[in-house]
Nanobody, 126 residues
């Protein structure tokens, strides 16, 4: 059974950093399309960052320059390094995986992702 399990969420002060992890089981991340999404209370889910099959990365404008997505195929683990956190980054963060995808802002297309984790909560206080 394919499972994505996120971890690393926490409560931090504005300006702080967190690193989220997403461990994937029963599914190889090699050539997979991977992404991070978030949803704040009362708001729609939004794409945060994505990494395509040739390992090109893309970011939402709201996080560009502060967040970094990376993938360790040997560990089947996706990461999201989050720096300079702001209160508006507060949300439940989800990782997602799908088949091969190429180019563009893959985080903008949630339909590319077939498998989703349960989420990890990030809370940033001012």
């Amino acid at each position: 059974q394919i499972q994505l399990v996120e971890s690393g969420g926490d409560s931090v002060q504005a300006g702080g950093s967190l690193k989220l992890s997403c461990t994937v089981s029963a599914y190889t991340t090699i050539s997979a399309c991977m992404g991070w999404f978030r949803q704040a209370p009362g708001k729609e889910r939004e794409g945060v960052a994505g990494i395509d099959t040739i390992r090109s990365t893309s970011y939402a404008d709201s996080v560009k320059g502060r967040f970094t997505i990376s993938l360790d195929n040997a560990k089947n683990t996706l990461y999201l390094q989050m720096n300079s956190l702001k209160p508006e980054d507060t949300a439940m963060y989800y990782c997602a995986a799908g088949g091969a995808c190429y180019g563009g802002s893959v985080y903008s297309f949630p339909n590319l992702f077939k498998y989703w984790g349960q989420g990890t909560q990030v809370t940033v206080s001012s």
